[in-house]
T-cell receptor
């Protein structure tokens, strides 16, 4: 079935460190892939997306590339800030099926000054 | 203007009570959702409506009943509340069911059942 496997956290980094959060997926077709971010006490916000293989989504210094050959969509940022502390969710959406949206389990990131 | 708004933000109630959570979106989207987020941040879809028609009804106790009076509103009614219902409930919407349509989330309703 369709699913998302996300790197378990929590992840703690110092400010300006490089961030990678791994995400791999299983899907029967060609899904769209998303990263969402949840700041404390808030709902999820779309961070970036990619809808086909080799697409790169980017926003606020974060990037992720849709890799069909490795079925991955890893989130990266070159230099994290304290304000990036949040929970990050990888998700995929497929065209078919009643339930066509699947979320990973979330990865908590804490950035310390 | 808030795109997806849900009320109340906090809800504290006793076991056995009946409560409702309201959700409205002003984005003109066709599809709306209810998610439950547990204490470990795991998100589980509960229901989805597309143009007022129920399209996703996951394994949820029938004490939970969604109602969509129009495509801009999706309310959640919960009967006979139990301790295990304590969680954060998120409403969301998307332009349509297409696979490239991202979800837009409300800020959540934290339900505490005592």
């Amino acid at each position: 079935g369709d699913s998302v496997t996300q790197m378990e956290g929590p992840v703690t980094l110092s400010e300006e460190a490089f961030l990678t959060i791994n995400c791999t997926y299983t899907a029967t077709g060609y899904p769209s892939l998303f990263w969402y971010v949840q700041y404390p006490g808030e709902g999820l916000q779309l961070l970036l997306k990619a809808t086909k293989a080799d697409d790169k989504g980017s926003n606020k210094g974060f990037e992720a590339t849709y890799r069909k050959e490795t079925t991955s969509f890893h989130l990266e940022k070159g230099s994290v800030q304290v304000s990036d502390s949040a929970v990050y969710f990888c998700a995929l959406k497929v065209q078919t099926g009643a339930n066509n949206l699947f979320f990973g389990t979330g990865t908590r990131l804490t950035v310390i000054p | 203007d808030t795109a997806v708004s849900q009320t109340p933000k906090y809800l504290v109630t006793q076991m056995g009570n009946d409560k409702s959570i309201k959700c409205e979106q002003n984005l003109g989207h066709d599809t709306m959702y209810w998610y439950k987020q547990d204490s470990k941040k795991f998100l589980k879809i509960m229901f989805s409506y597309n143009n007022k028609e129920l399209i996703i009804n996951e394994t949820v106790p029938n004490r939970f009943s969604p109602k969509s009076p129009d495509k801009a509103h999706l309310n959640l009614h919960i009967n006979s509340l139990e301790l295990g219902d304590s969680a954060v409930y998120f409403c969301a919407s998307s332009q349509d069911r297409g696979q490239s349509s991202p979800l837009h989330f409300g800020n959540g309703t934290r339900l505490t059942v005592t």
